[in-house]
């Protein structure tokens, strides 16, 4: 084992309670308010507002102790609370993975949606509970809520892969996903705009 540079964390158990959605035990826990998603929404009035009224918790996620460290396998899982902005459906700020590595999302509760970018064409995946979605190499990832219930899902990716948020703020994610009478609808993808 004298090749790595970090040594690698001892073998573990670690018990996933899908109904409840919890991991045992829990590494570092994040959460991320309205105010964390700045330049996000494509109504940033609706999302001042937003921020204003009451800045609430849009997602939160919550890994177990495996750190992100070159070839070890961190998980975590991501609630998206229910909700929208202006119409937009609550979702991750969403990401590149700059040195390219591939990842699975497996859909624990609720109904939602991994939406996929790489800089020309767009994929989504419906994401329910039993349901992994693939995310391959180059492809930046976003989820979203297009539920009522919170929207959980597990996800598993290399833990050297990075999190480039700037890359989603510079190319965006090719679509927007709105609510809509028959749930969810999708708008070609424009800057946010006061
Ligand atoms: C996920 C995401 C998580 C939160 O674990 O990091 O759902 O989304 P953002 O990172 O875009 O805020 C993942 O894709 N990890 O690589
Ligand atoms: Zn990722």
């Given at each position: 084992m004298s090749d790595f540079i970090t040594p690698p964390v001892p073998p573990m158990t670690i018990h996933f309670d899908a109904q409840a959605g919890t991991?045992?035990?829990?590494g570092p826990v994040l959460e991320r308010r309205?105010?964390?998603?700045?330049?996000?929404?494509?109504?940033k009035g609706a999302w001042d507002e937003a921020v204003a009224n009451?800045?609430?918790?849009?997602y939160s996620v919550v890994s177990t102790?495996?750190?992100?460290?070159?070839?070890e396998l961190p998980q975590s899982i991501t609630t998206i609370e229910p909700g929208t902005t202006a119409g937009e459906f609550w979702m991750t700020k969403g990401h590149q993975h700059p040195n390219h590595q591939g990842e699975i999302y497996l859909g624990i509760s609720g109904q939602g949606g991994l939406l996929m970018f790489d800089g020309e064409n767009t994929s989504w995946v419906d994401m329910a509970p039993g349901v992994i979605g693939y995310i391959p190499p180059g492809w930046a990832h976003r989820s979203v809520n297009v539920g009522s219930e919170p929207y959980k899902f597990l996800a598993v990716y290399p833990g050297g892969a990075g999190h480039d948020y700037g890359w989603v703020l510079e190319n965006g994610m090719g679509q927007r996903v709105y609510s809509s009478d028959a749930g969810h609808e999708f708008a070609p993808f424009f800057a946010a705009q006061a």
């Open positions: 991991l045992t035990p829990e309205m105010s964390d998603l700045e330049g996000l929404f494509a109504d009451g800045n609430p918790v849009v102790p495996v750190p992100e460290v070159d070839r």
